[in-house]
């Protein structure tokens, strides 16, 4: 999915009735395939990236981050700089800082990003930055300590009445990476005794046949709506943040972690897998026969009349079990961040 002309990546790859497109291209998701590139042996990255340097993929990165607008887009950059190294970040921290990520009006993970990315940035310590203490101190006081959940628009942000009750997966997967990373840097007792709450209730709501659910409601810690269950929740981003938890002190849930792949390898809801052998891609996700997103907004509209208000009978009806026959690099990048090069999920 690397354009060599371009030195981006695409936004997608999708199968069609001709066969494979790649569509589009992503700034944000060349970022995230940096990150996990940082991870893997020279030779690896020379045949994905087809000879280009990743530093001047980095390098390029960073130096188009003076005419981004996003806290998510700027953080992902920074992130991917400190990751890759031996690239000068000053342009991205700068960057990001103006943007003021403390205060802005940006979703609940661009926050997360925007604080992994100040922590893991080696140029500053981040114990000694009140800039960084102020990002990562929204992130906590963001948190719903009565459901364990963070919710999708942080403190201050302007969320929408009809969703403000909604948290999705991301939700809870990127701040507790940013917290464990925090802690890994400066020792913050709160930021690993929130990241290890969170993380112990999404895992208490893992489906019983390992998947990673969508919807949740913020204000109780019950589940939503379910689908789609997304391939990347299963293999990349649930793996990497309780690995980053584990790494910070935060214990072990390689349970939950194989409960999830173990899904990935036989969906029960598609009785086979979204790893494709032949094709050598992993499909995105399975969602439910339904119109657009049908389902998830009138059990989102539902609940917000009150918690215990759920649609009765949404299976039979709309019966989960369509696969989405594209990818999209990110989730590679997110899996090979997750499994760095010579390391095994055990």
């Given at each position: 999915?690397?354009?060599?002309?371009?030195?981006?990546?695409?936004?997608?790859?999708?199968?069609?009735?001709?066969?494979?497109?790649?569509?589009?291209?992503?700034?944000?998701?060349?970022?995230?395939?940096?990150?996990?590139?940082?991870?893997?042996?020279?030779?690896?990255?020379?045949?994905?990236?087809?000879?280009?340097?990743?530093?001047?993929?980095?390098?390029?990165?960073?130096?188009?981050?003076?005419?981004?607008?996003?806290?998510?887009?700027?953080?992902?950059?920074?992130?991917?700089?400190?990751?890759?190294?031996?690239?000068?970040?000053?342009?991205?921290?700068?960057?990001?800082?103006?943007?003021?990520?403390?205060?802005?009006?940006?979703?609940?993970?661009?926050?997360?990003?925007?604080?992994?990315?100040?922590?893991?940035?080696?140029?500053?310590?981040?114990?000694?930055?009140?800039?960084?203490?102020?990002?990562?101190?929204?992130?906590?006081?963001?948190?719903?300590?009565?459901?364990?959940?963070?919710?999708?628009?942080?403190?201050?942000?302007?969320?929408?009445?009809?969703?403000?009750?909604?948290?999705?997966?991301?939700?809870w997967v990127y701040p507790v990476q940013a917290l464990a990373h925090f802690h890994r840097r400066t020792g913050h007792a709160r930021s690993l005794a929130i990241a290890r709450q969170c993380a112990d209730k999404m895992c208490e709501l893992q489906g019983s046949d390992g998947q990673w659910w969508w919807h949740f409601d913020v204000r109780t810690g019950r589940v939503i709506e379910q689908y789609p269950v997304y391939a990347v929740h299963q293999d990349a981003m649930a793996p990497m943040a309780l690995f980053a938890l584990e790494q910070a002190g935060g214990g072990a849930r390689h349970e939950s972690i194989r409960r999830g792949l173990d899904w990935l390898n036989r969906a029960p809801e598609i009785d086979a897998s979204l790893v494709d052998d032949s094709a050598k891609v992993i499909w995105r996700k399975v969602a439910r026969h339904e119109p657009g997103k049908l389902t998830r907004s009138i059990q989102a509209a539902t609940a917000r009349l009150h918690p215990s208000f759920r649609v009765p009978g949404v299976d039979a009806v709309f019966r989960p079990g369509w696969v989405d026959y594209e990818s999209r690099p990110y989730h590679l990048g997110w899996l090979l961040h997750a499994v760095p090069s010579g390391e095994a999920i055990g």
């Amino acid at each position: 999915m690397f354009l060599p002309e371009k030195g981006l990546f695409s936004f997608r790859l999708r199968r069609t009735e001709t066969g494979f497109v790649l569509e589009g291209i992503s700034l944000r998701y060349t970022a995230i395939s940096l990150i996990g590139l940082a991870g893997e042996t020279e030779d690896v990255v020379r045949s994905i990236l087809v000879n280009t340097d990743i530093h001047s993929v980095a390098k390029a990165l960073i130096h188009e981050t003076q005419n981004m607008t996003s806290v998510g887009d700027v953080a992902l950059a920074l992130w991917a700089g400190a990751a890759v190294g031996d690239v000068d970040t000053t342009a991205a921290r700068q960057r990001l800082l103006a943007l003021n990520p403390a205060q802005a009006d940006c979703p609940t993970v661009e926050l997360a990003w925007a604080a992994t990315a100040l922590a893991l940035d080696t140029n500053v310590e981040p114990g000694d930055d009140p800039q960084v203490g102020r990002v990562v101190g929204r992130l906590i006081d963001s948190f719903a300590e009565s459901s364990s959940l963070f919710p999708h628009w942080p403190q201050g942000a302007r969320a929408s009445w009809l969703r403000a009750h909604v948290s999705c997966f991301a939700d809870w997967v990127y701040p507790v990476q940013a917290l464990a990373h925090f802690h890994r840097r400066t020792g913050h007792a709160r930021s690993l005794a929130i990241a290890r709450q969170c993380a112990d209730k999404m895992c208490e709501l893992q489906g019983s046949d390992g998947q990673w659910w969508w919807h949740f409601d913020v204000r109780t810690g019950r589940v939503i709506e379910q689908y789609p269950v997304y391939a990347v929740h299963q293999d990349a981003m649930a793996p990497m943040a309780l690995f980053a938890l584990e790494q910070a002190g935060g214990g072990a849930r390689h349970e939950s972690i194989r409960r999830g792949l173990d899904w990935l390898n036989r969906a029960p809801e598609i009785d086979a897998s979204l790893v494709d052998d032949s094709a050598k891609v992993i499909w995105r996700k399975v969602a439910r026969h339904e119109p657009g997103k049908l389902t998830r907004s009138i059990q989102a509209a539902t609940a917000r009349l009150h918690p215990s208000f759920r649609v009765p009978g949404v299976d039979a009806v709309f019966r989960p079990g369509w696969v989405d026959y594209e990818s999209r690099p990110y989730h590679l990048g997110w899996l090979l961040h997750a499994v760095p090069s010579g390391e095994a999920i055990g």
